[in-house]
């Protein structure tokens, strides 16, 4: 696998800063985290989509307009239900690994250590959930074992980019929070080194609310920017995968249980239907996709860049007002790919 694959980091780092504004994009994303429920999925789902369109060989950055509110929660909640078993077997490993040995202290960093690499393999189930807008493709456990017995090494080093930038964004705000609060911390406590027994425990009481509201205005600010830490890493981890998944060819990808493609050179030359497309003008459509029942559905595309990805040799058919391919070629038509 070629150095210009492995780089997942500043690929993506690239594609987010891609258009001006990106920031916006952060901490419109750290508010939304603080919403209860739909504020996360949202966030989560958003990451999703963004990440469909890269692993489908699109190079876009996030979109910063008429971003659909309610299909990114929609996706977020698919990708966490493909997500939430797997994590209950985990957690049921991890638990019973525990009382075996008896909460042994390697055993337990071992653990702490694989847990890391099974949230990104997750990332890689719920993508492909997003891909084939069902929660059950990312049950496909023979197929995702397929992907990372081929490529092992990209969920590493996605592993590794994505805890380190973890770890460097919670060390700065630890030490940022760490010298603000200083000042109040000290003052709390000097006053109750140099108060006597004597002294009154609403004066101490008075101090310590005192420091408290000073505090807390500031704590919610090392909260908010943990957020949009937090909304950072998401977009970043959940985009490399998704080009760590278009080294897969997804546009050659047939039903979701169907074995991945080989090679693009040993694929049988199917009926290549038009990609669904939304009614927007600034939208057309990207790669092409296989005849096939239950396909990945196909994300959205430039004009810039469908055109250098217009497929030959194709079918040419309507879309639906929704996107949707009017008649999908085989299979149930829930399965056939549409647009978010």
């Known amino acids: 696998m070629s150095a210009e694959k492995e780089a ?18 952060l901490l419109v994303a750290g508010i939304a985290n603080f919403v209860p429920v739909v504020g996360p999925l949202g966030v989560f789902g958003y990451a999703l989509e963004w990440a469909r369109l890269t692993a489908w060989g699109v190079d876009a950055s996030p979109k910063q ?31 019973g690994l525990a009382r075996l040995t008896h909460n042994n202290d390697v055993v337990s960093l071992l653990v702490a250590i694989c847990s890391l690499f099974v949230n990104v393999i997750l990332c890689a189930a719920a993508l492909r959930a997003a891909v084939y807008q069902s929660f059950k493709a990312g049950y496909q456990a023979n197929r995702l074992w397929d992907m990372l017995k081929a490529d092992f090494g990209g969920i ?14 919670g060390f700065v705000l630890s030490v940022v929070g760490f010298m603000a609060m200083t000042p109040s911390v000290v003052r709390v406590i000097g006053f109750a080194v140099s108060a006597s027994s004597s002294t009154d425990y609403r004066a101490f009481a008075n101090v310590l609310v005192d420091a408290i509201a000073g505090i807390f205005p500031l704590v919610m600010f090392l909260a908010y920017l943990a957020s949009v830490g937090q909304a950072f890493v998401t977009l970043i981890e959940v985009t490399a995968v998704g080009l760590w998944m278009r080294n897969f060819d997804v ?14 050179a040993t694929l049988p030359e199917p009926e ?32 810039s860049e469908a055109a250098e990805q217009k497929p030959t040799d194709q079918k040419q058919e309507s879309a639906g007002s929704d ?8 299979g149930d038509a829930d399965d056939s790919p549409r647009f978010l």
Do not use: H, M
């Open 8 to 25: 997942y980091y500043s690929r993506s780092w690239a594609l987010l800063t891609r258009d001006k504004g990106w920031w916006k994009v």
């Open 65 to 95: 307009k008429d971003v659909r509110v309610g299909e990114c929660i929609k996706s977020g909640w698919r990708g966490f239900v493909a997500c939430l078993g797997w994590l209950i077997v985990w957690e049921a490993i991890s638990l």
């Open 156 to 169: 590493a080093k996605i592993t590794g980019v994505t805890t380190l930038a973890s770890l460097v964004i």
């Open 251 to 264: 546009p050659a990808w047939g039903a979701s249980a169907d074995p991945l493609p080989t090679s693009v």
């Open 272 to 303: 290549r239907p038009a990609n669904p497309a939304e009614n927007d003008a600034s939208v057309q459509q990207g790669a092409a996709a296989p005849a096939t029942s239950q396909q990945p559905a196909a994300p959205e595309g430039e004009k």
């Open 323 to 330: 996107g949707v391919q009017n008649t999908p070629a085989s």
